[in-house]
């Protein structure tokens, strides 16, 4: 079994987006360790990128913060072989194909592979695509996941067919932030992954209650919450870790 998989073992999976190097990585893995203390399963760590195209204005002034603020993937790199000495969850770096293809791609995966991290998700990287990396995944033992969004339509069944670690359900047309209402058809979606897949499925973008995340979760295997955190994290600068622990817990408690 994939390490990734083990976070949806014991019931519906609670997912955050956390922007590494917001406001500081000091910050930052306070931020971690008090969302996995409060009952996170898996963490979705961002590495900041000038263009990211997949973000609403939350993350992209997340990820501009981090980036005026002197944060680096080798910076990035180091904070989670700290964070291994007492974080055992799985984690995934989420970032942009160029960041990996400037870092030198089988450096970047064989590095992931050696601080802990356990998959990658890059919403820039179309399926026909993804042997760019992948042989260097497969080496290293990194699952590439897969994003399905409501466009994908006839290509669901053959995405969920390769998928690694876990399938992530995008909720909505456009770029992440909080929705008030999801409208999406995320029941045939989610039937269609898991007609060609064991593997979960979790869905992201646009989630910010418990309510939502709850109803997402009786849908799929899961609930990812970015931009609600980021959020959270640019009110509340340095003293955040407190206030996103809190907020964990009462999504964590939702999906339970």
Same mark, same amino acid.
């Given at each position: 079994?994939?390490?990734?998989?083990?976070?949806?073992?014991?019931?519906?999976?609670? &997912?955050?987006?956390?922007?590494?190097?917001?406001?500081?990585?000091?910050?930052?893995?306070?931020? &971690?360790?008090?969302?996995?203390?409060?009952?996170?399963?898996?963490?979705?760590?961002? &590495?900041?990128?000038?263009?990211?195209?997949?973000?609403? $204005?939350?993350?992209?002034?997340?990820?501009?913060?981090?980036?005026?603020?002197?944060?680096?993937?080798?910076?990035?790199?180091?904070?989670?072989?700290?964070?291994?000495?007492?974080?055992?969850?799985?984690?995934?770096?989420?970032?942009?194909?160029?960041?990996?293809? %400037?870092?030198?791609?089988?450096?970047?995966?064989?590095?992931?592979?050696?601080?802990?991290?356990?998959?990658?998700?890059?919403?820039?990287?179309?399926?026909?695509?993804?042997?760019?990396?992948?042989?260097?995944?497969?080496?290293?033992?990194?699952?590439?996941? %897969?994003?399905? !969004?409501?466009?994908?339509?006839?290509?669901?069944?053959?995405?969920?067919?390769?998928?690694?670690?876990?399938?992530?359900?995008? %909720?909505?047309?456009?770029?992440?932030? $909080?929705?008030?209402?999801? *409208?999406?058809?995320?029941? %045939?979606?989610?039937?269609?992954?898991?007609?060609?897949?064991?593997?979960?499925? !979790?869905?992201?973008?646009?989630?910010?209650? #418990?309510?939502? !995340?709850?109803?997402?979760?009786?849908?799929?295997?899961?609930?990812? $919450?970015?931009?609600?955190? &980021?959020?959270?994290?640019?009110?509340?600068?340095?003293?955040? #870790?407190?206030? $996103?622990?809190?907020?964990?817990?009462?999504? *964590?408690?939702?999906?339970?």
């Amino acid at each position: 079994m994939s390490k990734i998989q083990q976070a949806f073992a014991n019931g519906k999976a609670f &997912i955050p987006f956390i922007t590494c190097g917001d406001p500081n990585l000091k910050t930052t893995a306070a931020v &971690i360790r008090a969302a996995v203390a409060n009952g996170a399963d898996l963490v979705e760590l961002g &590495i900041p990128f000038s263009d990211p195209t997949a973000e609403g $204005v939350v993350i992209q002034a997340a990820n501009l913060r981090a980036l005026n603020g002197g944060v680096t993937t080798d910076k990035i790199f180091d904070m989670v072989r700290d964070l291994r000495r007492d974080i055992k969850i799985p984690m995934v770096f989420m970032t942009y194909a160029n960041v990996i293809f %400037s870092y030198g791609a089988e450096k970047f995966i064989a590095t992931c592979k050696e601080i802990g991290i356990d998959g990658l998700i890059l919403p820039d990287l179309p399926f026909e695509e993804k042997d760019e990396f992948l042989p260097f995944c497969k080496k290293y033992d990194v699952d590439l996941i %897969s994003l399905i !969004a409501p466009t994908s339509e006839n290509r669901i069944a053959m995405i969920a067919r390769e998928a690694e670690g876990f399938v992530y359900i995008v %909720s909505s047309l456009g770029v992440t932030g $909080v929705r008030s209402e999801i *409208k999406t058809d995320l029941t %045939s979606i989610v039937a269609a992954v898991r007609a060609n897949t064991k593997i979960p499925c !979790a869905v992201g973008f646009g989630i910010s209650t #418990p309510a939502q !995340a709850k109803k997402m979760a009786d849908i799929s295997d899961g609930a990812i $919450v970015g931009s609600a955190i &980021i959020k959270i994290i640019a009110a509340h600068g340095e003293e955040a #870790p407190k206030f $996103v622990g809190e907020y964990v817990r009462d999504m *964590k408690n939702a999906l339970s």
